[in-house]
């Protein structure tokens, strides 16, 4: 079926080509013929900082690998020109399918688990060897087949890599080499996973064609992540790529890169190859240019004084007349182990050894000796105290060639200013204190002037009378006081100013008292009156109570004023007591008298005090002591005394509950006689004050003869509509006394007489 598709591919592929946007050339200087010089190629793709040599092409048709250029919004392919090379040629033709043998593409099947490894059709390597200037080498690619979107996760894979080797390399492929082309972590970017770009790992994160997703997640189980690195081709209303263009899927611009040692001989080998058939073809996009190993700048500048604000609060990098100085640091190239010599010119308005001096510099050459890391150059401003305009120093260091390395070419422009004029922002008013000893914050703020690096500007500042340097201080004086402020930049300008501490004038603080009159057992408050001190004031009450009034119970009570001055002044309060006794009273049941209660009123008895009773049955008295009460029910009641002096009305109550129940009475008659005269016919025992009752009656032989729960029916000596016999009969009564939940227990004995 997929060679059928190839057939089906190679006939429509000659009307496709004038419409497709790829242009290739695969004529002149770029038609390689197998075994030919490649190195017009190579030349293509091979940037800044890379030598190159040995470049050959094997290739198992002609015109496999050519130039290209593309219009990127028709096609997607964001590379816009370089080189191709395709299993279907560069002008998307039939190329052929002659199979062949390639080691490091069968090796790499093989370690992807690939079926009918073996099987290599339309082979195209182009290898060449390589010298980078620096530590790392990379280059832009995109992969690109119709397999995809037809054969994705399925056994039919095309296969390719970039094989690097060379010094200090160790992989598994071909003279050690490793494969570069690996697809990059969607997790972290600039990392890259140990996955191959091939088909079934990189892809649209869905099995296509009949594939199955194990086939991708036996290569890499993260596979579907690996999506975002996609490009769809397959849908002919997608306006983001060509419909007609052959690939029916493809890769983002792509990165491949390694560390390698720089001024050393490496070798890479670009192979891509159909597997199993040779009709559904598969292409690689080279970048040119792009296979580059750029150079590092190897200075780096650094100044030691100075940066002041501008306007806009933004730092600027400046030398400053007779200030400090500033360093030009120079780092040993990447690969160089012997002496580095870095020359360099000056340039500008400022004079040598007038306006500024590099010492310890001879020839205007830096010499890195071996075994040395870096160097630096120094650069010192001279001050000479005139006014004068900016004057600009440039230094130029010129480019380094090393074997195979050369460094950049590079200009530091230093700037040398008059040194800006320190100067006060603020400082701190005249102070007027209200107290001696009082605390006075004292503030000051510069600007200008030169500070050293940092992000706000730092300056010393000293004030009078202080051990420390600080901005801001907070002193006590006791008398008027100067204070003088002195601030230093880091270049040693000082400026000073002074502040004045003084006092207001204080008056003497007095305290007014208050007398209350008030009645026995209630709170009353009482205040403190100020006049003069500095407020506000503190209260401290003998009974730790703060404030200017207390509440508290009869009596002459001391507190000590404070003022904000910490000055202090004594008093004291009184509170005048109408001294009314609590009332007291005791009650109780009579034990004798049914619903009766005595009552004891033990209030102390003094002149004046009248008396209001409550007997918590509606009724009352006025009278100091009424002994006793009679309830006309038995139950819970709440007795009240209230107490009124007639001084100041001062009055106080006390109440108590009192638990009225009717006395228990029993009694019970030994004998009846049930002959219908009237008198003595029925038998049960008398009971008063009970809730409960109950009444049982036995023959002597233990049977019951009569039982009743309704204290008011009585035995009328019959059982069961006969009457019983003459005889002694047991009976027993359970009570329940009103407020009590006992059971309380009668037995006794009843003679029937007829």
């Avoid at 570069?180 to 972590?185: F, G, H, V």
């Avoid at 207390?550 to 009596?555: K, R, S, T």
């Avoid at 029916?713 to 019959?718: A, L, P, R, V």
Wanted: net charge negative; aromatic share 12%.
């Amino acid at each position: 079926m997929k060679q059928f598709l190839f057939l089906l591919f190679c006939l429509s592929c000659l009307n496709l080509f004038s419409q497709n946007p790829i242009v290739a050339d695969c004529t002149g200087d770029y038609n390689i013929p197998v075994g030919g010089d490649a190195s017009s190629l190579v030349e293509i793709l091979v940037g800044e900082g890379v030598e190159f040599d040995n470049a050959t092409l094997t290739q198992g048709f002609d015109c496999s690998v050519g130039y290209f250029t593309s219009t990127n919004a028709a096609t997607g392919i964001e590379i816009e020109s370089g080189i191709l090379m395709s299993t279907m040629g560069v002008n998307f033709g039939f190329g052929g399918s002659g199979s062949g043998s390639e080691p490091d593409l069968t090796l790499q099947l093989d370690e992807v688990n690939a079926i009918n490894s073996n099987l290599l059709n339309n082979i195209i390597v182009l290898e060449f060897d390589f010298r980078p200037i620096s530590d790392q080498i990379s280059f832009e690619y995109v992969f690109g087949s119709e397999e995809y979107q037809g054969y994705t996760c399925s056994n039919y894979n095309d296969i390719f890599g970039f094989f690097i080797s060379g010094p200090g390399i160790n992989g598994t492929y071909e003279n050690n080499a490793v494969n570069i082309a690996l697809i990059p972590d969607p997790n972290n970017p600039g990392e890259f996973t140990d996955t191959p770009v091939i088909i079934n790992a990189l892809n649209g994160g869905v099995p296509t064609g009949g594939g199955v997703a194990e086939n991708c997640a036996s290569i890499d189980p993260n596979w579907e992540d690996y999506a975002v690195f996609f490009s769809d081709n397959s849908a002919v209303d997608n306006v983001a790529v060509d419909p007609n263009f052959p690939f029916h899927g493809f890769t983002v611009p792509l990165t491949a890169t390694y560390e390698v040692i720089p001024c050393e001989w490496h070798h890479i080998k670009l192979a891509i190859a159909d597997v199993t058939d040779g009709g559904v073809n598969s292409g690689v996009f080279l970048q040119e240019g792009s296979f580059s190993s750029p150079p590092v700048n190897q200075i780096e500048v650094e100044s030691n004084v100075v940066n002041v604000f501008n306007s806009s609060s933004e730092f600027i990098d400046n030398l400053y007349e007779g200030c400090g100085s500033a360093s030009v640091t120079f780092y040993r190239p990447e690969g160089i182990v012997g002496e580095v010599i870095f020359p360099f010119i000056t340039d500008g308005d400022a004079t040598n050894l007038v306006d500024y001096e590099i010492p310890d510099v001879q020839n205007n050459e830096i010499v890195m000796p071996v075994g040395v890391d870096s160097v630096i150059l120094q650069v010192v401003p001279f001050g000479d105290q005139d006014i004068e305009p900016t004057e600009e120093l440039i230094i130029e260091v010129l480019p380094v060639t090393y074997d195979c390395y050369v460094t950049e070419r590079d200009t530091i422009v230093f700037e040398i200013f008059d040194q800006p004029m320190l100067e006060f922002e603020s400082v701190s008013s005249d102070f007027l204190l209200d107290c001696p000893g009082d605390e006075a914050n004292l503030t000051a703020q510069a600007s200008g002037g030169i500070t050293s690096l940092m992000e706000e500007p730092e300056y010393i500042y000293q004030w009078s009378q202080q051990p420390n340097p600080a901005q801001n201080v907070t002193v006590s004086p006791i008398i008027p006081t100067d204070y003088f402020i002195s601030v230093t930049d880091i270049c040693g300008q000082s400026i000073s100013d002074v502040v004045f501490v003084d006092f207001q004038l204080y008056e003497e603080l007095i305290l007014s008292s208050e007398i209350v009159y008030t009645c026995y057992n209630q709170l009353e408050e009482v205040c403190i009156q100020t006049e003069g001190g500095n407020p506000p004031f503190s209260f401290l009450w003998e009974n730790d109570s703060i404030g200017p009034c207390m509440e508290d119970f009869p009596g002459i009570y001391s507190v000590t004023v404070s003022d904000d001055c910490n000055l202090e002044n004594s008093s004291s309060a009184e509170i005048y007591l109408d001294e009314a006794p609590n009332p007291a009273f005791s009650v109780y049941q009579m034990p004798d008298d049914n619903l009766g209660v005595d009552i004891n009123n033990s209030t102390f008895a003094l002149d004046g005090l009248s008396y209001l009773w409550d007997f918590g049955d509606n009724t009352g008295s006025i009278v100091e002591d009424p002994e006793s009460h009679y309830y006309p029910e038995s139950g819970e009641y709440t007795v009240t005394l209230g107490v009124t002096t007639e001084i100041n009305n001062c009055y106080k109550e006390l109440s108590q509950v009192v638990l009225v129940k009717p006395l228990y009475y029993y009694y019970s008659p030994n004998s009846f006689t049930p002959n219908g005269d009237m008198m003595n016919d029925t038998f049960s025992p008398s009971v008063v004050g009970v809730e409960t009752f109950e009444l049982f009656i036995f023959d002597r032989w233990g049977k019951q003869v009569f039982y009743s729960n309704d204290i008011n029916q009585k035995w009328d000596g019959t059982f069961e509509s006969t009457d019983a016999q003459s005889g002694t009969y047991n009976f027993k009564v359970l009570v329940k006394k009103y407020y009590d939940d006992t059971i309380y227990q009668e037995y006794g004995v009843v003679t029937l007489l007829r």
